[in-house]
């Protein structure tokens, strides 16, 4: 399985990298964006199984992603990783695709959960 | 839920939304508040980030020390396999980053959960004074965690 994790932020990266490995996901399929575009270029080349999207970040927003991967319809599952989990931003993730929405701070339980759910473990 | 919030509302949901934090994620064992202020540091050395929307502008920071941040960095990060590697100061930084981060949106979804007008800011670090048009209202609310003291202030535009 390879996963996406788009975050401007090394600390939530590190966090869920780590996660990830502990489900057994390996070290070399988990990539890592530090911004919205190039999130969306390594969807777009890697096709991932799944991509952990933060919703506020530089260059393009989680939004902005969510709309460009709906318009070419990408068929990887994406998780929104969010403290910005408005009423109004989870529908409208979820009108774009996202499978789930989890506000931060990211909990392993919570990730493993959501993934359990949308099938990908 | 009322979109207009006071300035003192904002400190007390920022400091709840710490306080919960605290316990959890960072681990501290005691927090306190120490007091209400209404100016700004001549320095500040903490997270920073703007939120707008159609009722409202506001400049939200966390302030600390060099202490605070190393500790919140290291709390943050305490659950990695690599928790004991020495951090440099720009991690620290985006670590301290993302816990205003995280309060922020905490206070958000409690308060303003149906605004569909709300832009939030990337957090940013500050070492520095901060530059604020004349007729901003300031208000802050000083407390400590485990004895370290954190900050958090508000800038709004004035009437």
């Given amino acids: ?121 | 839920m009322e979109t207009v919030m006071q300035a003192n509302e904002w400190l007390d949901a920022l400091y709840d939304s710490f306080c919960e934090l605290a316990g959890h994620q960072l681990s501290f064992s005691r927090v306190n508040k120490e007091g209400h202020f209404d100016y700004l540091p001549d320095i500040i050395y903490g997270a920073s980030l703007t939120l707008k929307g159609r009722d409202l502008s506001v400049c939200m920071c966390l302030a600390t020390n060099v202490e605070g941040c190393h500790a919140v960095g290291e709390r943050m990060l305490s659950a990695l396999s690599k928790s004991d590697a020495i951090l440099p100061d720009i991690d620290y930084a985006d670590a301290f980053c993302e816990l205003l981060n995280i309060i922020s949106g905490s206070v958000i979804r409690k308060y303003f959960a149906e605004d569909d007008s709300l832009v939030l800011s990337v957090p940013v670090f500050v070492n520095d004074n901060l530059q604020m048009p004349k007729n901003s209202v300031i208000n802050g609310l000083s407390l400590k965690a485990d004895g370290i003291p954190f900050s958090f202030i508000i800038i709004m535009a004035g009437t």
């Avoid at chain 1, 799944?50 to 599952?77: A, C, F, W, Y």
């Fill in chain 1, 1 to 121: 399985m390879k996963v996406v994790i788009a975050d401007d932020s090394m600390t939530i990266r590190s966090i869920t990298r780590d996660h990830l490995e502990k489900m057994g996901i390996p070290k070399q399929n988990i990539y890592e964006a530090r911004n919205g575009k190039l999130a969306l270029e390594l969807v777009i080349n890697e096709n991932p199984d799944l991509l952990l999207l933060d919703m506020v970040m530089p260059e393009m927003t989680g939004m902005e992603v969510l709309e460009e991967l709906h318009k070419r319809n990408v068929s990887t599952v994406v998780g929104v990783v969010s403290s910005f989990g408005t009423n109004y931003y989870v529908e409208k993730a979820k009108s774009l695709g996202a499978k789930f929405f989890i506000n931060k701070p990211l909990v392993y339980e919570k990730l493993v959960e959501e993934l359990k759910k949308v099938g990908i473990l």
